[in-house]
């Protein structure tokens, strides 16, 4: 069979599954429907936004289902008579076997980790976070445990001491069209073998990559400064890590994190506390040093450097970050 035969469904959402979808219909394969989910208001006049992957395939005239649910007979029956031979997931959601077992070569997904280490919605965030120097990309073909199924094909990049959860979402972004492209190819070809996740040794225990909450966002200040560093870089550019500033008279302001420098020392202040001169440099007191503060957005304000902040807002001795 030829790729301008083979009927391919693809499922994604964001910027993330835009690359692989672009790299499949400039390549001349077969994308007989995209499905992404239902359009949602957004912003203060609750417009209708539309998620990526649909504004790429409006652009592309490819047939789009939207449904609310993925057991809903209607969908089944809809995707059923689209008689697809292969469908491909990225970055989409959890699917009910009647979905993933529907193809004759079977359904197989792009996930931003090196499987079986952080399965689960958020692995780019966990790896920075949890300070990996090394992440990748694995497709696997689906089983009913999320993110288990056997692997098909593995790359591995290094994470820079530079690199943020953005310019590695951006990296593994390309890098996953490419992976995408070349699993159909060799699904067409027959050279795949997969592998079990359970045959894959690894010495360190299995890390997982849940969902990221605003919870998960806010700052312990008495945390090390490579554990703070790292959460920014593992949030940065969005969601992004937060605190509050408290001013000596109560009033507090909520404050985005998007760059950091970790600076060992030892102290005798109070974890949070914030030492600046009012015009070049916050620092704020961590559990083994500071945290030099160097790019930042406070509530109503729009994101900048830390002296360009500073020029407008003053900032002293007597606030403390919470």
């Known amino acids: 069979m030829e790729k301008q035969d083979l009927r391919i469904v693809y499922m994604g959402t964001p910027d993330f599954a835009v690359e692989s979808l672009r790299r499949l219909v400039e390549g001349g394969y077969n994308v007989v429907a995209v499905i992404t989910m239902p359009d949602k208001p957004a912003g203060r006049g609750h417009k209708i936004q539309y998620s990526p992957v649909k504004e790429y395939a409006l652009s592309q005239g490819l047939p789009i289902l939207q ?6 007979e209607a ?4 995707l059923r008579a689209l008689n697809a031979d292969l469908q491909i997931v990225v970055a989409f959601r959890m699917l009910p076997e009647v ?3 529907m193809p004759r070569l079977g359904t197989f997904n792009l996930h931003a980790s090196l499987l ?6 958020a692995p780019l965030n966990w790896a920075i976070i949890n ?3 090394e992440t990748g990309i694995t497709t696997f073909f689906l089983k009913h445990e999320i ?8 790359k591995r990049i290094p994470i820079l001491p530079e690199d943020n959860v953005g310019t590695i979402h951006d990296k593994l972004m390309t890098m996953g069209a490419d992976m995408v492209a070349e699993t159909v190819d060799a699904i067409l070809a027959g050279t795949v073998s997969p592998i079990t996740q359970d045959s894959i040794h690894t010495d360190e225990p299995l890390r997982p990559a849940p969902k990221i909450f605003k919870e998960t966002c806010h700052i312990d200040w008495g945390k090390t400064g490579t554990q703070i560093h790292n959460l920014v870089r593992g949030l940065s550019p969005y969601p992004a890590a937060w605190c509050e500033w408290v001013s000596p008279d109560g009033k507090r302001v909520g404050v985005k994190i998007y760059r950091t420098t970790a600076m060992p020392a030892s102290h005798h202040a109070t974890p949070g506390s914030i030492h600046t001169d009012g015009k070049t440099f916050i620092d704020v007191a961590c559990a083994d040093g500071y945290i030099r503060i160097e790019e930042l957005q406070i509530a109503g304000k729009k994101r900048m450097s830390a002296p360009d902040l500073l020029r407008g807002f003053k900032l002293d001795d007597g606030f403390r970050c919470k």
């Open 131 to 133: 300070g990996d120097t």
């Open 147 to 154: 993110d288990t199924g056997e692997i098909i094909q593995q």
């Open 99 to 101: 979905v993933w077992n």
């Open 116 to 121: 079986p280490q952080y399965r689960g919605a």
């Open 75 to 78: 969908f089944v029956e809809q």
């Open 67 to 72: 449904p609310e649910k993925l057991k809903d």
